[in-house]
């Protein structure tokens, strides 16, 4: 069983529609990081976060540390967003499978 | 400034041949990492450095991956005698402070990567 795990593996949606990514993890943590990775490979990190909520544009992200999940949220999806994206617990370089996302317009 | 650089961004071997990936950091960042993603498969750790400290090399999966950073800037991840498991994306990235240490709070920025196929 991985300890970081994803949800779903993959997801198409259409343009403008709201986009929820879920890591689960069973590892300690003291931070958890969303990336992003594009269809060239390059990877971008989205977010560090340790407790709470961060928002970066359209990009909103959750982490509940009592729960162990954390959540990446794309409000009004464009084709621009589709990617991978991976969570990611990088103290103890744990990676999720990836979500294949497709923003079809 | 500029980030994390590889080369080559693709290299083609025969089995059996010996591959060097090279991985130039971000100025400055003392931590240095090394990936593998294999075709559809999620991000794999191979190694990871720190200043002048020893190397983690607990993610090497055999004796023929081997790394090395040279004045604590560049690095070389070196690959002998290539299988055709090889095949894989090899990504560096780097960081200011090491995520380990930093307890995993700090950001690495990825490269590229090199696309490396052993026929």
Known sequence: KNEVEQSPQNLTAQEGEFITINCSYSVGISALHWLQQHPGGGIVSLFMLSSGKKKHGRLIATINIQEKHSSLHITASHPRDSAVYICAVLNDMRFGAGTRLTVKP | ?119
């Open chain 2, 1 to 119: 400034g500029a980030g994390v650089s590889q080369s080559p961004s693709n290299k083609v071997t025969e089995k059996g041949k010996d591959v060097e990936l090279r991985c130039d950091p971000i100025s400055g960042h003392t931590a240095l990492y090394w990936y593998r993603q294999s075709l559809g498969q999620g991000l794999e750790f191979l190694i990871y450095f720190q200043g002048n400290s020893a190397p983690d090399k607990s993610g090497l999966p055999s004796d023929r991956f081997s790394a090395e950073r040279t004045g604590g800037s560049v690095s070389t991840l070196t690959i002998q005698r290539t299988q055709q498991e090889d095949s894989a994306v090899y990504l560096c990235a780097s960081s200011a402070r090491p995520s380990i240490l930093a307890g995993g709070g700090t950001t690495q920025y990825f490269g590229p990567g090199t696309r490396l196929t052993v026929l």
